[in-house]
């Protein structure tokens, strides 16, 4: 039911855009319709599919970076008070700072290319997933860790088979937030590197639309990175969330 309400919302939309758009109230340069972007993005499928590609590469490496990174300093924290304390003092200094902003130091650090992208987009997910994955450790009931103790697990044992699995339903939060965080972040990111010349994703793709003048082709990028962001939420985080803690009752 719930899934069906939100084809329908998104249909209407649609629908409601495209009838704007023909009936001619704006410009079409401002105001592209549907049809002509998906028109454009068949007639240009490979140039659409290789963009976002090149998008995607950069998302999984950096999203891989910011999990692994995560895991490390959320286990630490749990297992250090100390650690803890200054970890969040970091969070809370580095989670309001937009990715995007650290752009021209990772341009004057790593230079054009892939790197400095990497770099942000990790950025921007760790501490946010880190916050989440320390809050779920700490909301893990005690009996659960002593009984881990009275089996002899201690250290990263602890925290691999009793800390991440009781405090998952956080852990999958926190991907969620890292994950969209990196996905607006990654392609901010190739629109600010495009002015330098930098070729690969969806975001050089409106870059270079725009000045091509050809608003159907900025507005095709966008629906791919709508599309993309809905399959991401959708289906596999949705369907992850079926599995593990659903599945495990931690949620109704």
């Avoid at 891989?64 to 630490?76: A, N, Q, W």
């Avoid at 009996?143 to 800390?163: A, P, Q």
Wanted: hydrophobic letters at 55%.
């Amino acid at each position: 039911m719930r899934n069906k309400l939100k084809a329908s919302a998104l249909l209407i939309f649609l629908i409601g855009w495209e009838v704007v758009a023909r009936a001619g109230v704006f410009s079409p340069f401002i105001f592209p319709s549907i049809s002509g972007s998906i028109i454009w993005s068949i007639e240009n499928y490979m140039y659409i599919l290789d963009a976002a590609w090149a998008t995607l590469r950069l998302l999984l490496i950096s999203i891989l970076i910011s999990t692994v990174m995560s895991l490390i300093i959320g286990g630490l924290a749990s297992i250090s008070k100390s650690i803890r304390t200054i970890v969040e003092i970091f969070t809370s200094i580095l989670i309001p700072i937009p990715s995007v902003s650290l752009l021209p130091f990772a341009l004057l650090w790593f230079g054009l290319g892939d790197k400095p992208i990497l770099f942000i987009t990790s950025f921007g997910a760790i501490w946010i997933f880190t916050l989440n994955i320390i809050n779920g450790f700490a909301t893990v009931n005690r009996t659960l860790i002593d009984i881990g103790r009275n089996f002899g697990l201690e250290s990263w044992k602890m925290v691999w088979y009793i800390l991440i699995p009781s405090a998952f339903p956080s852990i999958l939060t926190g991907f969620k937030g890292a994950w969209a965080v990196s996905w607006r972040t990654v392609v901010a990111a190739e629109l600010v590197l495009g002015a330098v010349g930098m070729k690969g994703g969806l975001g050089w793709v409106i870059y270079c639309q725009r000045f091509q003048f050809n608003p159907n082709g900025m507005m095709a990028a966008l629906m791919c990175i709508s599309l993309i962001g809905i399959l991401m939420e959708n289906v596999f985080l949705n369907n992850l969330e079926q599995k593990t803690v659903r599945k495990w009752g931690m949620k109704n």
